[in-house]
């Protein structure tokens, strides 16, 4: 999610915030060492593209440069073919969902019966297309934001928001198998959006038990990992984020011990002080929300290190899978 836009603004200084659950989280978790160890084995495959000297940064890292929707450098980033391991290369155009109605199947029996799941993948494919409409400032709560941004790719051109419905997609599958009822708040059925705070709004109305939005980062070459944000505690205008502060810190740490074990994935090595945790208050889809909710950054699209695991389909699959054992655990307490 690289960009300085509607809930990406560049941040002050970071402070290092270690919550109870730190690196040593992957020794919790089974085989988390070996992972790693793989983790750094696929790394050194190569793979994603060219390294770029200037990038685009969610962390609003100095030296960011951000290209604005549907400008030539934006629409330099539409989607184009790069090599996954599907057994065929990322269309150029997305033909919206890949399961028809998924969302409205009957949930099977399961542990998560009677449980609801919001997921939120980031952006829309369509943004790039829609500079006016998702330039249109909206209320966050602590001030007014863009109503959405395009988002990142890698260098090669496979875009975040093909990235975030295609992790979702598995996601909800593997939900729905443990018995919760998924809603989207996109699902490739829309031309652009929805805004930050219909997306908000989407988790609050489902009365969701949890909210996951799903991203990938766009930080400079050699800043690899991935890292889940949770809400800040927020008590402004329309944003009133005290209730939900515990419960999403409980789910994203969930979400980041799942992660290290079934991806491989270390925490970041830019953001978090090594837990792979990060509190922010200035995102539009935490700061509205009044369901337990988080974000997960699952890499960086501009490593090509990273970009070799976001563009393998092998690894999307891993990486649902851990958020999808997160979640669980998360709703089973």
């Not at 940064?57 to 030539?72: E, K, L, N, V």
């Not at 975040?160 to 996109?186: I, S, W």
Request: charged share 20%; proline share 7%.
């Amino acid at each position: 999610m690289s960009y300085v836009g509607p809930d990406f603004d560049p941040p002050g200084p970071r402070r290092s915030r270690r919550g109870p659950m730190t690196v040593a989280v992957a020794a919790l978790v089974p085989g988390a060492l070996v992972g790693w160890l793989v983790w750094q084995a696929v790394g050194d495959s190569g793979g994603g593209g060219s390294t770029s000297a200037t990038s685009t940064t969610s962390s609003g890292a100095p030296g960011a440069s951000s290209a604005a929707p549907g400008s030539a450098s934006a629409a330099a980033r539409t989607p184009s073919a790069s090599g996954t391991d599907d057994g065929k290369p990322p269309s150029s155009t997305f033909s919206g969902p890949a399961t028809p109605a998924a969302s409205d199947l009957p949930a099977a029996a399961g542990p998560l019966k009677g449980k609801v799941v919001v997921v939120d993948p980031g952006h829309n494919p369509g943004n790039f297309q829609h500079s006016a409409d998702i330039n249109r400032k909206v209320n966050i709560g602590t001030h007014w934001k863009e109503c959405d941004t395009t988002g990142t790719s890698t260098n090669a051109g496979y875009t975040e928001a093909r990235f975030t419905l295609d992790v979702a997609r598995r996601l909800r599958t593997l939900l729905q198998q443990e018995g919760a009822t998924v809603k989207f708040t996109q699902d490739g059925d829309r031309s652009w959006g929805p805004c930050v705070d219909e997306r908000a709004r989407i988790g609050n109305d489902a009365h969701a038990d949890a909210v996951v939005s799903i991203h990938a980062d766009g930080s400079a070459a050699g800043n690899r990992g991935f890292h889940v944000i949770l809400p800040a505690s927020v008590h402004s205008g329309g944003a009133d984020t005290r209730a939900i502060v515990a419960p999403s810190r409980d789910l994203g740490e969930r979400i980041a011990g799942n992660f290290v074990r079934d991806t491989g994935s270390a925490p970041s090595n830019y953001i978090g002080g090594g837990t792979g945790l990060d509190v922010r208050s200035d995102l539009g889809g935490l700061n509205l929300s009044t369901v337990p909710k988080v974000f997960i950054e699952c890499g960086n699209m501009r490593d090509s290190k990273d970009a070799a695991l976001l563009t393998s389909g092998a690894w999307r699959q891993k990486a649902a899978r851990g958020i999808s054992e997160g979640i669980v655990s998360f709703l089973r307490g």
